[in-house]
T-cell receptor
Framework: DQQVKQNSPSLSVQEGRISILNCDYT??????FLWYKKYPAEGPTFLIS?????DKNEDGRFTVFLNKSAKHLSLHIVPSQPGDSAVYFC????????????FGSGTKLNVKP | GAVVSQHPSWVICKSGTSVKIECRSL??????MFWYRQFPKQSLMLMAT?????????EQGVEKDKFLINHASLTLSTLTVTSAHPEDSSFYIC??????????FGQGTRLTVV
């Protein structure tokens, strides 16, 4: 049973517009969430994180929103750039066991020039 | 932050042979490293936790005799896929978690068993 889900396998956005990537989770014990970006044939690279004590974290063009009651988080990229085209994974961990991450299946973002 | 190097980046092997994948933490002494596997269009699945100087901890459903993990030093963990079969073909990634709980990943190894 997948505990972290990304229901949109792909997303296409025009350059300059906002990209919104969504992630849902089922385990209420998750309290730390991360977004990773992955290019083909490369390992994931860390993008942004949020802990459950917050509902928003912003870093430049990237903002992550957390809705604990809905068990939902989203990544907003604004403005989107062609270089943002990649696969984005959300991941979650529970309690003090920060080492063990559960990943969503990823959303492939395509930003069109 | 930690930099993780994984080798090889891709490998093709014959069915029945064994393949070793190395994961090195270049600037961080890692008592723990993690091995993930990704099937096409699926999420990264944690396979095992590699513990320096002791036995690895495997996730449910992962065959420990098939996926041998050795963590002999604070900077190196190896994953050996023994008696590989075509269904073992996958993308394998290792990671290291630093003190700030951020996970750093290797570039991954694409294994193809023919």
């Amino acid at each position: 049973d997948q505990q972290v889900k990304q229901n949109s396998p792909s997303l296409s956005v025009q350059e300059g517009r906002i990209s919104i990537l969504n992630c849902d989770y089922t385990n209420s014990m998750f309290d730390y969430f991360l977004w990773y970006k992955k290019y083909p044939a490369e390992g994931p690279t860390f993008l942004i994180s949020i802990s459950s004590i917050k509902d928003k974290n912003e870093d430049g063009r990237f903002t992550v929103f957390l809705n604990k009651s809905a068990k939902h988080l989203s990544l907003h990229i604004v403005p989107s750039q062609p270089g943002d085209s990649a696969v984005y994974f959300c991941a979650a961990s529970a309690g003090r066991n920060f080492n063990k991450f559960y990943f969503g299946s990823g959303t492939k973002l395509n930003v069109k020039p | 932050g930690a930099v993780v190097s994984q080798h090889p980046s891709w490998v093709i092997c014959k069915s029945g042979t064994s393949v070793k994948i190395e994961c090195r933490s270049l600037d961080f002494q890692a008592t723990t490293m993690f091995w993930y596997r990704q099937f096409p269009k699926q999420s990264l699945m944690l396979m095992a936790t590699s513990n320096e100087g002791s036995k690895a901890t495997y996730e449910q459903g992962v065959e420990k005799d098939k996926f041998l993990i050795n963590h002999a030093s604070l900077t190196l963990s190896t994953l050996t896929v023994t008696s590989a079969h075509p269904e073992d073909s996958s993308f394998y990634i290792c990671s290291v978690v630093d003190r700030g709980v951020q996970a750093f990943f290797g570039q991954g190894t694409r294994l193809t068993v023919v």
